[in-house]
């Protein structure tokens, strides 16, 4: 198949052959080419990577073709970018990675992009297939198709250089289709090699038809959640990222505001209807939980993060409406009572359809007692929120950087650590959708400067970073990479010299300073200084707040480290009923 094919039959000598070689020899093209023509084909634009063998060139000829290549410091941190680009645009994300530790550093947002419904897809260069088959060690041997297949929602593999289009547009559908995740394509070395007639190759590019298609509920699922809504006392809805992420942003705005029922944003849909709405019930989030009597689900699962749909935090036994597209979904904690399957484009307008044709607004017992209770808490919080404690606490810090986003609410927000994620969560307030992101489903730590740097490229916009100490440590290598694209991101570091809190001590009395323990008093601004970003040092909420609204202006990589009392936080921030305890009684 690589032999030119020629018209002519090959006489005498060395010197026609070449000739004739010369002009009459097709077109080719190769693996590298068409993997670059079959992302274009279907409008992907930016690839996430780190170079290498086999993959350098793959960089270099998606560059010289127009599209995007960001270049990281760390696989993993690529993988992220790529993952929270996906979520944002209902476009997989695309990260590049070369073969065994790349794969495995990219391996983990991959898993973390599935785990997240986001969708995504890790492209990794692999060894020759003879020599990993046969174990034979190979450069960064590894059979890595294998390997992912438990973390990713598909894995693939391309052998042969006239399937990449076809490889590359299943990789597509997967990712965005049903209930979205992380797909792998596993691309070996000798297939970007691999040439082919040109007209052949751009015959093999598929551009995918409608990778996400609509799913359309049942009519039945629909009246019997219409049923089940209209009989509701005390209804709620919870909007969950999956809400954020169907950009049905419209039809869930009315269904809330034409039923009039309160409603509670998980964190990642905070902003899909504004957080200061008055049907929002963030502030009275427990009572609420517990005293519902039917709650829809739109895009949220009963996992952890909803203390699984049952014990304390619901109190008495409640009906469960569940709007998802994945059936297998429903049930998976507690029994729903009324499932609907679809997805939530067409489930809402579904139910708007029903509920317009009459519907009973919630009584003012229900809504008033929920206002009561949101005005008890937010009178409560203002006072925590009002302290300029030096050195700072999370309140005072949270206040400040709170004050400066109400007046860009354009501005897209990353966060992650354990207070400081409980805190910015509940303190920061979100107006609109798919602008902030955080640990998710794992509650994973390492997604800050990934998701930084994504959510940067993808909206143009600028990104606040609201980091703890330890949560930036994973991913803090990437301020060289946002310096180097001279990405709009302000990284607010919450230091509080450790895990959690800086006070541990090594009850042993030894050298070594206590597990949670960090460098006290370290100055994270002076390593954004070193790629010729602007560093702050901020040790009060009045300069906290000076200097943010300074970076914002700057529109450049800045980084303030906010200094916060070491004795602030608290174990595990909410979840320290998640440590196990010893039970040991030997001393
Ligand atoms: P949160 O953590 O915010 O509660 P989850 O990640 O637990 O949200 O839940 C998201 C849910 O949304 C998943 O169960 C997923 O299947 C669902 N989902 C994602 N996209 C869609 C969509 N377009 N239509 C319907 N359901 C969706
Ligand atoms: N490793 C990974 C990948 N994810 C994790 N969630 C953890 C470790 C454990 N972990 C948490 O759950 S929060 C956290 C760790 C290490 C950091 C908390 O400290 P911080 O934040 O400085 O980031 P606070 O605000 O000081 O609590």
Redesign the pocket.
């Given at each position: 198949m690589n032999e030119p094919k020629l018209k002519s039959i090959f006489t005498s000598t060395d010197f026609q052959q070449t000739e004739l070689t010369a002009i009459e020899k097709p077109e080719l093209t190769d693996g590298f080419h068409l993997v670059i023509d079959a992302l274009k084909c279907n409008d992907i634009d930016t690839i996430f990577g780190l170079v290498g063998i086999p993959i350098t060139d793959l960089a270099r000829l998606a560059q010289a073709e127009g599209m995007r290549f960001i270049g990281f410091r760390h696989e993993q941190n690529a993988g992220n970018a790529a993952a929270i680009a996906g979520y944002m645009t209902q476009k997989p994300g695309v990260c590049l990675t070369v073969s065994a530790p790349g794969f495995l550093n990219g391996l983990t947002a991959l898993a973390n992009a599935t785990t997240?419904?986001f969708p995504m897809i890790l492209i990794s260069g692999s060894s020759e297939r003879e020599i990993v088959d046969l174990q034979q060690g190979d450069y960064e041997e590894m059979d890595q198709l294998n390997a992912a297949k438990p973390f990713a929602k598909a894995a693939y593999r391309v052998l042969k250089a006239e399937d990449i289009g076809i490889g590359v547009a299943r990789a597509i559908r997967a990712a965005v289709s049903g209930?979205?995740g992380g797909v792998y394509l596993d691309l070996p070395a000798q297939l970007l090699g691999q040439s082919l007639d040109a007209a052949h190759g751009r015959k093999s590019l598929v551009r995918v038809v409608e990778p996400a298609p609509r799913q359309i509920p049942s009519p039945d699922a629909v009246q019997r959640a219409i049923d089940l809504l209209k009989g509701a006392k005390r209804p709620l809805i919870l909007l969950?990222?999956?809400a954020a992420?169907?950009q049905a942003d419209a039809a869930i705005h009315t269904l809330v505001e034409t039923s009039g029922i309160p409603y509670l944003p998980?964190s990642?849909?905070k902003g899909l209807l504004p957080d200061n709405h008055p049907q929002c019930a963030s502030a009275a989030r427990s009572f609420v939980l517990a005293e519902a009597d039917v709650v829809l689900l739109i895009?949220?699962?009963l996992?952890w993060?909803l203390a699984h749909g049952k014990g304390k935090t619901w109190g008495a036994p409640k009906k469960f409406i569940q709007?998802?597209?994945?059936p297998t979904?429903i049930d998976s904690n507690v029994a729903v009572a009324a499932p609907v399957i679809g997805?939530?484009g067409s489930c809402v307008s579904a139910l708007l359809a029903g509920i317009k044709s009459g519907f009973n607004k919630p009584s003012t017992d229900w809504t008033a007692s929920i206002q009561a209770r949101k005005d008890k808490n937010l009178a409560k919080m203002a006072a925590m929120l009002d302290q300029n404690t030096v050195p700072m606490n999370f309140h005072g810090a949270l206040r400040a950087i709170r004050d400066v986003m109400k007046t860009r609410p354009d501005i897209n927000v990353v966060n992650e650590g354990a207070n400081t994620l409980d805190f910015a969560r509940s303190i920061i307030d979100m107006y609109e959708p798919r602008k902030r992101f955080d640990s998710?489903?794992w509650g994973i730590m390492g997604i800050g400067m990934g998701y930084a740097i994504g959510a940067a490229v993808t909206s143009c916009l600028p990104v606040v970073a609201i980091e703890g100490d330890s949560a930036f440590g994973f991913s803090g290598m990437e301020l060289e990479t946002i310096c180097r694209y001279q990405l709009p991101v302000v990284t607010i570091v919450f230091n509080n010299n450790g895990v959690y809190r800086g006070t541990d001590v090594n009850p042993t009395g030894g050298a070594d300073v206590a597990p949670t323990v960090f460098v006290k008093g370290a100055r994270y601004d002076k390593m954004i200084e070193a790629f010729g970003g602007i560093g702050y040092n901020a040790t009060t909420p009045a300069e906290l707040s000076k200097f943010l609204i300074e970076a914002i202006a700057a529109n450049k990589p800045a980084l303030i480290n906010a200094v916060i009392d070491e004795a602030a936080g608290t174990e595990s921030g909410r979840l320290t009923n998640l440590n196990p305890a010893s039970t040991a009684t030997k001393k």
């Amino acid at each position: 198949m690589n032999e030119p094919k020629l018209k002519s039959i090959f006489t005498s000598t060395d010197f026609q052959q070449t000739e004739l070689t010369a002009i009459e020899k097709p077109e080719l093209t190769d693996g590298f080419h068409l993997v670059i023509d079959a992302l274009k084909c279907n409008d992907i634009d930016t690839i996430f990577g780190l170079v290498g063998i086999p993959i350098t060139d793959l960089a270099r000829l998606a560059q010289a073709e127009g599209m995007r290549f960001i270049g990281f410091r760390h696989e993993q941190n690529a993988g992220n970018a790529a993952a929270i680009a996906g979520y944002m645009t209902q476009k997989p994300g695309v990260c590049l990675t070369v073969s065994a530790p790349g794969f495995l550093n990219g391996l983990t947002a991959l898993a973390n992009a599935t785990t997240n419904c986001f969708p995504m897809i890790l492209i990794s260069g692999s060894s020759e297939r003879e020599i990993v088959d046969l174990q034979q060690g190979d450069y960064e041997e590894m059979d890595q198709l294998n390997a992912a297949k438990p973390f990713a929602k598909a894995a693939y593999r391309v052998l042969k250089a006239e399937d990449i289009g076809i490889g590359v547009a299943r990789a597509i559908r997967a990712a965005v289709s049903g209930r979205p995740g992380g797909v792998y394509l596993d691309l070996p070395a000798q297939l970007l090699g691999q040439s082919l007639d040109a007209a052949h190759g751009r015959k093999s590019l598929v551009r995918v038809v409608e990778p996400a298609p609509r799913q359309i509920p049942s009519p039945d699922a629909v009246q019997r959640a219409i049923d089940l809504l209209k009989g509701a006392k005390r209804p709620l809805i919870l909007l969950g990222k999956g809400a954020a992420y169907a950009q049905a942003d419209a039809a869930i705005h009315t269904l809330v505001e034409t039923s009039g029922i309160p409603y509670l944003p998980m964190s990642m849909a905070k902003g899909l209807l504004p957080d200061n709405h008055p049907q929002c019930a963030s502030a009275a989030r427990s009572f609420v939980l517990a005293e519902a009597d039917v709650v829809l689900l739109i895009g949220a699962r009963l996992n952890w993060l909803l203390a699984h749909g049952k014990g304390k935090t619901w109190g008495a036994p409640k009906k469960f409406i569940q709007i998802d597209i994945a059936p297998t979904e429903i049930d998976s904690n507690v029994a729903v009572a009324a499932p609907v399957i679809g997805d939530i484009g067409s489930c809402v307008s579904a139910l708007l359809a029903g509920i317009k044709s009459g519907f009973n607004k919630p009584s003012t017992d229900w809504t008033a007692s929920i206002q009561a209770r949101k005005d008890k808490n937010l009178a409560k919080m203002a006072a925590m929120l009002d302290q300029n404690t030096v050195p700072m606490n999370f309140h005072g810090a949270l206040r400040a950087i709170r004050d400066v986003m109400k007046t860009r609410p354009d501005i897209n927000v990353v966060n992650e650590g354990a207070n400081t994620l409980d805190f910015a969560r509940s303190i920061i307030d979100m107006y609109e959708p798919r602008k902030r992101f955080d640990s998710g489903t794992w509650g994973i730590m390492g997604i800050g400067m990934g998701y930084a740097i994504g959510a940067a490229v993808t909206s143009c916009l600028p990104v606040v970073a609201i980091e703890g100490d330890s949560a930036f440590g994973f991913s803090g290598m990437e301020l060289e990479t946002i310096c180097r694209y001279q990405l709009p991101v302000v990284t607010i570091v919450f230091n509080n010299n450790g895990v959690y809190r800086g006070t541990d001590v090594n009850p042993t009395g030894g050298a070594d300073v206590a597990p949670t323990v960090f460098v006290k008093g370290a100055r994270y601004d002076k390593m954004i200084e070193a790629f010729g970003g602007i560093g702050y040092n901020a040790t009060t909420p009045a300069e906290l707040s000076k200097f943010l609204i300074e970076a914002i202006a700057a529109n450049k990589p800045a980084l303030i480290n906010a200094v916060i009392d070491e004795a602030a936080g608290t174990e595990s921030g909410r979840l320290t009923n998640l440590n196990p305890a010893s039970t040991a009684t030997k001393k």
